[in-house]
T-cell receptor, first 114, second 113 residues
Framework: AQTVTQSQPEMSVQEAETVTLSCTYD???????LFWYKQPPSRQMILVIR??????QNATENRFSVNFQKAAKSFSLKISDSQLGDAAMYFC???????????FGTGTSLTVIP | DAGVTQSPTHLIKTRGQQVTLRCSPK?????VSWYQQALGQGPQFIFQ???????QRGNFPDRFSGHQFPNYSSELNVNALLLGDSALYLC????????????FGDGTRLSIL
């Protein structure tokens, strides 16, 4: 079974600084998708970034980038120039290449300090 | 363009009761998935509906059932409610069952007394 582990329940970062959130996963598949979702207090899960496992290039979306290490089954999220609006729960998620079921980690609560 | 909408926002029930939660997918989407998110946890997959049929199911008991209507909207039904059913229930929609990104609603907060 696929499992996703986020070992940092809480993280904090100073505004304008950089923070990295960690995620590891377990799978026997060779093709799959990985995601980072943000969940603010409003509760809606918002897609931050997505990575296809068959792509070696790390995905980037503006201030958000990932470090995807397929052999190590590691998928960390780097947030640059942190803003107050980045404060939220961040969930790492895995999805099989075929199929729509997500497997989520337990989340990391990010606090941004002004 | 309306996103995924869920109703009600918040619901309070007592043990043993039954509850129905509703979800309207994003315009153009035909697949609906339901997740349960307990406090302090990540969402867990309950099941997915496509073409009015349950296509995938997670590790949830038969007390959890669902339905999808011809207009692609969906209901989640939970019978014989337990205290442990207290959670945020999230609905996600997509176009098709594979490869497409999912869009999530704001969820329904279910509290069991």
């Amino acid at each position: 079974a696929q499992t996703v582990t986020q070992s940092q329940p809480e993280m904090s970062v100073q505004e304008a600084e950089t923070v990295t959130l960690s995620c590891t996963y377990d799978t026997s598949e060779s093709d799959y998708y990985l995601f980072w979702y943000k969940q603010p207090p409003s509760r809606q899960m918002i897609l931050v970034i997505r990575q296809e496992a068959y792509k070696q290039q790390n995905a980037t979306e503006n201030r958000f980038s990932v470090n995807f290490q397929k052999a190590a089954k590691s998928f960390s999220l780097k947030i640059s120039d942190s803003q107050l609006g980045d404060a939220a729960m961040y969930f790492c998620a895995y999805r099989k290449y075929t199929g729509n079921q997500f497997y989520f980690g337990t989340g990391t609560s990010l606090t941004v300090i002004p | 363009d309306a996103g995924v909408t869920q109703s009600p926002t918040h619901l309070i029930k007592t043990r043993g009761q039954q509850v129905t939660l509703r979800c309207s997918p994003k315009s153009g989407h035909d697949t609906v998935s339901w997740y349960q998110q307990a406090l302090g946890q990540g969402p867990q997959f309950i099941f997915q509906y496509y073409e009015e049929e349950e296509r995938q199911r997670g590790n949830f008991p038969d007390r959890f059932s669902g339905h999808q209507f011809p207009n692609y909207s969906s209901e989640l039904n939970v019978n014989a409610l337990l205290l442990g059913d207290s959670a945020l229930y999230l609905c996600a929609s997509s176009y098709g069952v594979t490869h497409q990104p999912q869009h999530f609603g704001d969820g329904t907060r279910l509290s069991i007394l």
